[in-house]
């Protein structure tokens, strides 16, 4: 009896990974979060002053966002912001802003 409480639980942790990992727009949706400052979809506003993140090379928006998590970069709130979001989070987010052109 104590194995169908552990088989229920380990069933519902696979269905809640799938149910995101199936999610098409969480890219998108976790990349909105970039918008308040740089612009929709990484368009920045011409004069605004903050850099455009559209179609920057992912490897490079990695890079500048490790280095605003370990403090290697100065910051006024991105050291904050990026420590809120997993790897594999960031990875996403670097890959859909790369594809926007």
Known sequence: MKL?????????L??????????????RNLAATCA??????????????L??????DKAKTLQKLADFRSGAKPASIM????????DEQLDLIATYLAAQK
């Open 51 to 56: 850099d455009a993140l559209n179609g920057i």
């Open 4 to 12: 169908l409480p552990a088989v229920a639980g380990l069933g519902l």
């Open 79 to 86: 050291h904050q912001i990026v420590k809120g979001y997993t």
């Open 14 to 27: 696979a269905a809640t990974g799938f149910t995101q990992a199936a999610d098409p727009n969480l890219a």
């Open 36 to 49: 308040n400052c740089h612009g929709t979809n990484g368009k920045a506003v011409p004069g605004a002053g």
